[in-house]
């Protein structure tokens, strides 16, 4: 029996073949797009989760409110965005670790991890080195292998520095590097490494992500700051010994950082005018495992858990819609089978045994989806991978779970596609059939239905698309407050010192003799590299502020507006050491009315600075941060350029970059000639929205071809339902146009109704998603119409074919059909 149900399958594909192809695709696609997506979130549930004390581990942040707690509103299901008032800092005072873990015993280790980037160099071979910074129990608290070396050895000397297989080779070829020297250029001084371990490289899963770490304390300005409480920045990490609660630690931190911070929390408090009980501030921490999916800070590869939810209700109705498409099919052509069914019941077949035949014919197609579907996922795999910056593959032996995903997905998409043709179909009365009454003539309100949901979900994720592609181009193309074009920055691999300072002058003056370039100025450090916050009293009240060392020539370099007083001035030695420029928000935050002469105590009070200029504000930091207060400064002392910046003329780069170098090689013969574009670092700060925004096109795009294969098999069962009315009204005398618009109206209401339906649930979630930027656009009215007229456009384009076939049939063949 089973034989004769595959062969009456196989008979039945091959009969109906533009219909099996159709199912076929349409199943394909949707288990393709459900095997991409459980990648994606496979390997975004997977982040750090091969430390082996990963249960254990912590990052500990401090949380800040603006306004009430009671106050705040949380952000929506799933989202770990922070609402409006709060923000999570992960970088602490250096001093903390250290102190705590003396102060709290169930800490068993703790690392203070940050990275830099300096010159290193073995012989004759050097380059610009990205530098984790760690304490010496890192490779005891997280589990990165070490090919030489071990854990307890491996940083127990400042001295030491532990290189990643790759980095070893650039440096010592295929020597063994452990127990040799690397010589690394800090603040302008160079010093001696000796390998001590060789790493494995970290898993592209790893929220920690490190080519060469060395000790804490070579960190610039190491003694400076290990004894300030008020500089926030270095990220803490501690393991906690097992068994410990976390909760318990949370309390005892947030008693300690109380203590510790009474009277600028106090201060805090008086400006935001709360009571006297009221949060301002508070420690906390995250689990190592959850850092990834969390948003509420900046890290290393962070996402939203809630694009996760979002791409997984996704893969889920791209394969609901699979199945109603084949639904919707097995409707139209159900008039076909319709005679077979009770020829078969008037043989004696039962109706379970029917049931069983459409079953099998459903899960037969649904295996030769699966192969397909495989296959066009391994040709999408690496379009996706480059679209979501992931290394993603499908694993057909080392990943049990995938692979009963993988058959789950289709022994499910057999069940949901042939369960109502299989029901439906094998109920069918054989007298009726047989005399050829029109029992089998469904009404496609079902049909109508389920293409309500297709499309609705088909327009919430144009206008989701449209959405994020507009608030790209607005802040692509919004004003920053300077001149990002044609700016080169050439970091001098002397850290932020006066050799720094030196070497740009020296570059400067060699470049004077080309005429492409326009300024010469540098600063530390570069926009779009970071920036120091320092926090200051005035007057008992905490402020803080971002601040640049730069040289008098990077105003006009980036082309900053100057709203009041001038620019600095080499000559005056009064502007070297204590003068300042600030902007427009340090101005408001200090509530100066004339800012000009007025003393910032921002090094200290016993050494103010003079307030000789304000800059319009301009956009230093992304566009997701409001602008906030920033100044610049000359002073020697608190720092020197680590990068020059060169403004080039316009359309000049290609024959400047040459002389750029040769200019380079002259004054810094043994630094490495490395650049790049002001324009291109501002466009990478948008990567992640990049790719998020690909992402979701691509899935329109998916769930689009899907609901037009569901409307073509509407229009096959509209036309099939009403052969016999459009070739009375073709005799009546109505015309090719009239049919088409009979056939087509339904289409038209299906979108309005979906339109209905998908655009409070996409402005809603779009509107959440826009709450992320300071600088938005509005999501006005032209988004929906456009939406909706192009799902209108596709639809009718999928139903062209069905609506003229139908209108252009001699009605004699009509009414004989009937």
């Known amino acids: 029996m089973l034989k004769n149900y595959f062969k009456i399958a196989l008979r039945n594909l091959r009969k109906q073949k533009l219909y099996s192809v159709i199912n076929i695709a349409g199943l394909s696609i949707g288990i393709a797009g459900c095997i991409i997506i459980f990648l994606f979130i496979q390997d975004e549930l997977s982040f750090d989760r091969f430390h082996e004390n990963v249960d254990n581990i912590y990052r500990v942040e401090e949380l800040r409110y603006e306004k009430l707690k009671s106050d705040i509103e949380p952000t929506p299901f799933y989202d770990t965005s922070l609402p409006d008032g709060v923000s999570k800092l992960p970088w602490l005072p250096l001093p903390l670790g250290p102190t705590i873990a003396e102060l709290f015993p169930e800490i068993e280790h703790f690392s203070r991890v940050d990275e830099n980037t300096f010159l290193a160099r073995h012989e004759d071979r050097s380059f610009q080195q990205e530098v984790l910074m760690a304490d010496s129990a890192f490779f005891k608290m997280f589990s990165f292998p070490l090919l030489e070396g071990t854990a307890e050895d491996a940083l127990n000397d400042p001295g030491k520095v532990v290189l990643t297989l790759n980095t070893a080779r650039k440096y010592f070829k295929e020597d063994n590097p452990v127990g040799k020297t690397l010589i690394v250029t800090i603040q302008g001084e160079e010093k001696v490494y000796t390998v001590s371990a060789i790493a494995e490289e970290p898993p592209e899963n790893s929220s920690i992500t490190f080519s060469m770490v060395m000790r804490t304390e070579n960190k610039p300005y190491y003694e400076f700051n290990i004894d300030r409480w008020n500089s926030f920045n270095t990220p803490l990490f501690v393991s906690l010994y097992p068994g410990a609660s976390a909760d318990q630690f949370v309390d005892k931190l947030r008693d300690f950082a109380e203590e510790r911070y ?18 301002v501030a508070e420690f906390d921490v995250t689990p190592l495992s959850g850092i990834h999916l969390d948003a509420s800070a900046h890290w290393h590869k962070v996402s939203n858990s809630l694009y996760s939810y979002i791409l997984g209700a996704i893969a889920i109705l791209i394969l609901v819609i699979a199945c109603i498409n084949y639904i919707t099919l097995a409707l139209a052509r159900s008039s076909g089978r319709a005679k077979e069914v009770g020829i078969r019941k008037a043989s004696g077949a039962r109706r379970g045994q029917i049931a069983l035949q459409f079953w099998g014919e459903t899960q037969l197609l649904s295996l030769l989806a699966l192969v397909a579907g495989v296959c066009l996922a391994e040709l999408a795999l690496p379009l996706f991978n480059n679209i979501a910056g992931k290394t993603l593959s499908i694993s057909y032996t080392g990943d049990a779970g995938f692979l009963a995903v993988l058959f789950g997905i289709t022994l499910l998409s057999g069940i949901l596609a042939g369960s109502y043709p299989a029901l439906i179909l094998s109920g069918f ?7 050829g009454l029109k029992a089998y003539a469904f009404k496609p309100r079902l049909s109508k239905a389920l293409l309500v949901i297709q499309y609705s979900l088909s327009i919430f994720l144009i206008i989701s698309s449209l959405v994020m592609f507009r608030q790209m181009e607005y802040v692509s193309g919004k004003e920053l407050g300077y001149n990002e074009e044609q700016v080169v920055f050439i970091p001098t691999h002397t850290g932020w010192n006066e050799k720094g300072t030196r070497l740009m002058e020296r570059y400067r003056t060699v470049l004077s003799e080309v005429p492409s370039v326009r300024y010469v100025s540098g600063m530390a450090p570069a926009i779009t590299q970071g920036s120091n916050i320092y926090a200051f009293g ?4 905490e402020k803080r502020s ?34 300042i420029i600030v902007n427009e928000s340090l101005v408001e935050s200090m509530g100066w009315e004339n800012p000009i002469g007025q003393n910032l105590p921002w090094k200290g009070e016993e050494n103010p600075s003079t307030v000789i200029g304000v800059v319009k504000d301009f956009h230093f930091l992304s566009m997701e941060s409001e602008i906030e207060p920033m100044l610049f400064h000359m002073d020697p002392d608190q720092g020197g350029i680590n990068a020059v910046a060169v403004k080039i003329g316009e359309g000049m780069v290609a024959e400047t970059l040459p002389k750029l170098e040769s200019a380079w090689n002259r004054v810094a013969p043994f630094t490495p000639f490395n650049y790049w574009f002001l324009d291109e670092a501002l466009s990478q700060q948008y990567e992640d929205y990049q790719r998020w925004l690909n992402i979701m096109a691509a899935s329109t795009a998916l769930a689009i071809l899907i609901s037009c294969l569901g409307l073509f098999g509407l229009a096959g069962l509209t036309a ?26 339904d289409v038209v209401k299906l979108i309005a109704v979906s339109l209905a339906l998908a655009a409070p649930v996409s402005w809603y979630i779009m509107e959440q998603w826009l709450s992320d930027f300071a600088y938005h656009i509005e999501i006005g009215a032209g988004v929906f119409v456009y939406s909706a007229l192009t799902a209108l456009l596709i639809a009718l384009m999928s139903v062209s074919y069905h609506s003229i076939k139908a209108a252009m049939l001699n009605p004699v063949d009509s009414l004989r059909s009937e």
């Open 262 to 279: 009474s009277e600028s929390r106090q201060a805090a408090r008086d400006r935001l005018g709360m009571p006297e009980d009221a949060t």
């Open 429 to 435: 009365q054989p007298v009726k059939v047989l005399k």
């Open 538 to 541: 005035v007057n008992g009240e």
């Open 546 to 579: 971002h601040i640049y060392y730069v040289d008098e020539d990077l105003i006009n370099t980036l082309g900053i507006e100057l709203v009041a007083g001038r620019n600095f001035s080499e000559s005056r030695p009064s502007d070297v050491t204590g003068s």
């Open 720 to 745: 099939l339902n009403k052969t016999k009315e459009i070739g009375i009204r073709k005799v009546l005398g109505a015309g090719i146009d009239q049919i088409i618009l009979l056939l087509n109206k």
